[in-house]
């Protein structure tokens, strides 16, 4: 399967975690969660992103029998029912990563930036799409390490330096990611959409995952629940800046900010 790329796309979120979803046990998460897809569908999600490990600051590991427990039946129940739409797998595990792809995922979402020798020779092997997001440290530890002199030169410089590591060894379909929030304060993640346009320049497809975080909450003083117009806010200044991938939780006023921004962008409907 092959992502078109001529206009922004919008990923929306499947979280399949105890903490996303009413009822107990795997068999009701694993419903309510291809439920929730199936509406992100409806609204006009381009790709669903499906993972089963929080990578909240601080948030605990998961086993991988867990997660595979929790985003196989999922992954396995969308490529049936909506085969036209690519799946994305959230996991920086190549065990998960290689049952999903089996199971009809077509992009690994990683936030280790394929740290894992075996995620990068999965890569290389079934040529899938592959997000590269750059982070410091690990969920657990990240907020401690957000400190930078110059954070979008940075950024920038370990994306162009890890993607062209990765090219070298055989990985193609490469997507960049910025992080935004994962070792990053709200001042970084702002001076990141700032000068977005400056990591668009490398290249390569960039995917934004800014929905709902917490500068978004900081800026406008709202809980988690009421940041759907910031994150549209966001989501409009990501494609302006020349986003081709917005990572979100809500999707149809995400696709109407990005389609105003595109257009504008392009100086045409």
């Known amino acids: 399967m092959k992502l078109n790329f001529s206009r922004p796309l919008i990923m929306g979120v499947i979280n399949v975690t105890p903490d996303s979803f009413s009822g107990s046990g795997r068999r009701v998460s694993s419903r309510a969660a291809v439920a929730q897809a199936k509406r992100l569908i409806a609204e006009g999600a ?8 929080s990578t909240r600051p601080g948030a605990a590991p998961v086993s991988v029998k867990d997660e595979l427990a929790r985003v196989i039946p999922v992954i396995e129940s969308l490529a049936r029912l909506h085969p036209r739409i690519p799946i994305s797998v959230d996991t920086s595990k ?27 020779e999965l890569a290389v092997r079934t ?40 090219e070298s060894r055989g990985v193609k379909k490469i997507i960049l990611d910025p992080g935004i929030g994962f ?30 975080k917490s500068f978004i909450g900081k800026i406008l003083d709202k809980p988690v629940e009421e940041r759907k117009v910031g994150t549209q806010a966001v989501t409009a200044i990501a494609v302006m800046k020349g986003a081709s991938i917005i990572r ?22």
């Open 248 to 269: 979100v939780h809500d999707v149809a006023g995400n696709i109407q900010a990005a389609r105003i921004a595109y257009c504008v962008r392009k100086g045409r409907v």
């Open 46 to 53: 381009d790709i669903i992103d499906v993972g089963g490990e």
């Open 183 to 212: 070792a990053k304060t709200a001042s970084h993640n702002l001076s990141i959409l700032d000068r977005l346009d400056t990591i668009v320049a490398l290249g390569y497809p960039l995917l934004l995952g800014a929905s709902r």
């Open 94 to 120: 190549p065990e998960v990563a290689q049952a999903a792809l089996s199971a009809g995922a077509v992009i690994i979402n990683d936030v280790t930036g394929l740290s894992h020798p075996a995620m990068v």
């Open 127 to 166: 040529q899938a799409y592959v997000v590269i997001m750059h982070m410091k440290g690990t969920p657990q530890d990240m907020a401690k390490k957000a400190r930078y002199g110059d954070v979008v030169a940075e950024v920038t410089r370990w994306l162009k330096e890890r993607a062209e590591k990765l």
